[in-house]
Structure formats: structure tokens, C-alpha cells
């Protein structure tokens, strides 16, 4: 028997799943311990290479291994590959197919119904009411009683040793005691409709100017002054292949995570700094809930709603002015400025 977790969209889709992923690898091989586990994604193959008994495919290869495609078509008309994502479960042979987007349909029947809405979003909330669906669904197929994943269960955890953190974990220690507080910043575009892009540097080259005693981690390309407090995430870690695990980790080290619920912001959405007091995590998103995506943990969070003025096609963004942009950029600055201070 095969399990085949699919997913049509980005790295952050992945992300969320992943502990949802990894524990019901735990349950279900308790039970069939010869099960085979599948994960059809096209995001780096990185992403999630920390769960155990889980083979990366890709996905444009799922077509491949699917024998009945009738299955599909029964199942309403579908374009591949992102079409299929409507479809939450279903069994083609000795193969079951879970789908981890938290945006598909209910009931892919009907099409009326998705766990994104006016109540849940793209949260945990919604991921969490996925997931206890997906776990009736194969509490039925196999005629037992799984027990229903908690909330607790549902937010994502990272086994950093899988990674590359050595050259982080000497990187903080070599520079202990000369910072008040380390500033992680994902300021690389967005590539969902959440938020517009822009580029932070014409918001943080002040700040990094004012609090020459905070570190500010940047994980894109910036075109800001080398300074003895700003520093590219990627010459830290110095990993040619996807780094966002190892972002998160560096996130973890930090005080205060700023980005736009995407990439490396997302992956920072982890247990360990969901549960950290101390923790001040600041979206930029047009959706407050997106943006934040877990509210319950001990973590502080800040929100800035980018306003109207703008909109998106594919990456690029279109200001309706360029004081509307200007506007934005001042209350981010606003912001960031104020949580420095505390």
C-alpha cells in the first residue's frame, strides 16, 4: 500500500503540512508498517527533508503513477496539475492520495465549499479543519478510528539537525555579546495575492543606520551599505541549495521576524517561536489572519494592512501612485522603528 501526500502550490504549503504529514506517517505505519509514504510537491525537494519514511517525488510526475484516471474525471472537470487540487482524497488501486492544500474543496462534488473562507482563511484553523477530514477519511477507508490531530499537532515543527546550521550556530556565538536584539527580515518577493511586493531597502536603511545595536538578518539580495549589523542570510548559511529550513532556524535566534507570510516568513512559523514569549513575529498582508496565522501561542504579534492602492499580476506589482507606495513604506518603517525601541 502507498500513501501519496500531493500539493500543486508553494514552498510555505508545504511547510505548514509538515507536521501534519509526519505524524500521520507515525500513525498510519503503526498500524501498516509496510506502507509506503509519497510526497508529490514542486517546491526543492529540501523543503521537508526532515520526516522520515517520506520520498520526494515530483509532481509533475504524479500523472504518471496515477492507473485509473476515470477517478478524476468523475470528480468534475480538472486541469493538470493544479486542478486536481480541488480533490481532498481519494484511492486509485493499492495507492491513497491525500491532498495538503489547505484551498481545496469540501466536497469536490459540488465545489461549493473550501477550508479557506470568511472564517478560517489560510490558517491553522483551516488546516486544522482539513486535516481532521482527511483523518475521517481514512479512519473509513481502512475501517478503524484514528484518533483526530489537535491543534497542537498541526503546527509546524522542524528537525533542524537534518540541515545545514553548523555556520549559524557559529555565527551567533561569535557575536553573542554584541547585539541588543537580532532582527530577522524576509524581504523576497511574494509569489500568492497576500501582500505587494516592494523592496525594504528604502525602509531599512535608516534603521539599520539608528540601532547600529541590533542585527538585521536580510534572506534575499539587498542593495543596502555593507555594515557591521546587516548580513545576508545566505552568506551565513553558505548553502547552495534551498535554505529556508536553515532560515528558520536563524529565526528561532531572533527576536523580532518581519515579512509578508511567504518563503522564509513562513517557514519562521514553527512551534519553537510560536511558544516563545519573548518573540515579536510582524506581517505586512492584506488578510490579518493570513498574516499572523497562528494566534493561541505565547509569541507577540504585529500586523500592518498594506492598504488599497496596488494590485498584483504574476510578481509584479502596480501602484495606483507613487505616494501610495511611499505611504506604505513609511508606516512599515513606523513600525519596525517602534519595535526596536522596546
Known amino acids: 500500500m502507498n500513501i501519496n501526500f500531493f500539493n500543486a502550490f508553494h514552498n510555505g504549503d508545504i511547510h505548514y503540512s509538515r507536521t501534519f504529514v509526519s505524524n500521520t506517517i507515525k500513525d498510519i505505519s503503526k498500524i501498516y508498517p509496510d506502507t509506503n509514504f509519497v510526497y508529490y510537491h514542486q517546491n526543492p525537494k529540501e523543503c521537508i527533508l526532515d520526516i522520515e519514511k517520506l520520498q520526494y517525488v515530483p509532481l509533475n510526475e504524479m500523472g504518471q503513477h496515477l492507473s485509473n484516471r476515470v477517478v478524476l474525471d468523475e470528480l468534475g472537470s480538472w486541469r493538470w496539475p493544479q486542478g486536481i487540487s ?3 482524497f481519494f484511492v486509485d488501486g493499492e495507492n491513497i492520495y491525500i491532498n495538503t492544500w489547505v484551498g481545496c474543496w469540501k466536497n ?26 482527511i483523518y475521517e477519511d ?8 484514528l484518533k483526530l490531530p489537535t491543534t497542537n499537532e498541526c503546527i509546524p515543527r522542524i528537525d533542524y539537525s537534518y540541515y545545514h546550521i553548523e555556520d549559524i550556530d557559529k555565527h551567533i556565538e561569535e557575536t553573542k555579546d554584541k547585539f541588543r536584539k537580532r532582527i530577522f527580515i524576509s524581504n523576497g518577493d511574494v509569489f500568492s495575492q497576500q501582500s505587494p511586493n516592494f523592496s525594504f531597502d528604502p525602509i531599512m536603511i535608516d534603521v539599520v543606520e539608528k540601532f547600529k545595536d541590533c542585527a538585521f538578518y536580510f534572506t534575499n539580495p539587498t542593495e543596502l551599505p555593507s555594515n557591521q549589523n546587516t548580513f545576508k542570510t545566505q552568506e551565513i548559511i553558505d548553502n547552495n541549495a534551498c535554505d529556508l529550513n536553515e532560515n528558520s532556524y536563524l529565526s528561532t535566534k531572533c ?3 518581519i515579512g509578508r507570510a511567504s518563503g ?11 511558544m516563545d514569549e519573548n518573540k515579536i513575529i510582524y506581517s505586512i498582508t ?14 507577540q504579534y504585529e500586523w500592518t494592512d498594506p492598504g488599497l492602492g496596488w494590485s498584483r499580476q504574476n510578481h509584479i506589482t502596480t501602484w495606483d501612485s507613487n505616494r501610495t507606495r511611499i505611504d506604505l513604506e513609511d508606516r512599515i518603517k513606523t513600525k519596525i522603528i517602534e519595535l526596536c525601541e522596546k
Open 108 to 133: 469536490p462534488n459540488l465545489n461549493e465549499e473550501r477550508y479557506i473562507g470568511d472564517n478560517a482563511s489560510c490558517t491553522i484553523t483551516a488546516n486544522e479543519l482539513l486535516y481532521r477530514d
Open 264 to 274: 522564509p516568513h513562513a517557514f519562521a512559523g514553527v512551534y519553537d517561536n510560536f
Open 255 to 257: 527576536d523580532i521576524i
Open 138 to 145: 481514512l479512519s473509513n477507508h481502512f475501517g478503524i478510528k
Open 86 to 88: 480541488r480533490i481532498r
Open 286 to 299: 492584506k488578510s490579518k489572519s493570513e498574516g499572523i496565522w497562528f494566534t493561541e501561542g505565547n509569541h
